[in-house]
């Protein structure tokens, strides 16, 4: 079984710009805006592994109907 991770589009912290999350596909990671917090509405509000700090995350497809 091969890890598919490393291949997968990396989304990164708005606050200390190291990986955060892996995204599925492109698509989803062109259609999302990675924010601080307040900035946007937040879809998912994830907290950083590395500096521990909260950011948002705002998917595009989901208000553009």
Do not use: W
Request: glycine share 4%; net charge positive; hydrophobic share 35%.
């Amino acid at each position: 079984m091969t890890d598919n991770r490393k291949t997968m589009p990396k989304l990164k912290c708005p606050h200390c710009q190291s990986r955060c999350a892996d995204v599925v596909d492109a698509k989803l990671k062109n259609s999302s805006v990675v924010t601080a917090l307040g900035a946007e509405p937040a879809d998912y509000i994830i907290e950083c592994p590395r500096c521990h700090k909260l950011f948002g995350m705002f998917i595009k497809v989901l208000h553009s109907a």
